[in-house]
């Protein structure tokens, strides 16, 4: 993919801490701001409810079973 330069203006304590945790995390700044950016945007989220639905729905019944079926709100609750 192109890349594009973005120039942003931010205080020298948004600037630092940017550094810093780029830094600790072993990426550039650049990375890190892109990083930021699609978090923000939802990619990273829908992968973590993807990755949640599945996870809820492989332990449903280990969830049932140690705090019971309570249907309140759901389709079967409201009949």
Same mark, same amino acid.
């Given at each position: 993919?192109?890349? /594009?330069?973005l120039n942003v203006r931010v205080d020298e304590g948004t600037?630092?801490?940017a550094r810093e945790r780029a830094l600790?995390?072993?990426?550039?700044?650049?990375?890190?701001?892109?990083?930021?950016v699609r978090q923000d /945007?939802?990619?990273a989220g829908r992968a973590?409810?993807?990755a949640a639905a599945d996870f809820m729905k492989q332990y449903e019944s280990v969830f049932a079973e140690e705090?019971?079926?309570? /249907?309140?709100g759901t389709r079967e609750g409201r009949r």
């Open positions: 993919m192109a890349k /594009t330069q600037a630092r801490a600790a995390r072993g990426i550039s700044v650049n990375r890190y701001i892109e990083e930021l /945007t939802g990619e973590f409810v993807e705090f019971g079926r309570d /249907t309140e």
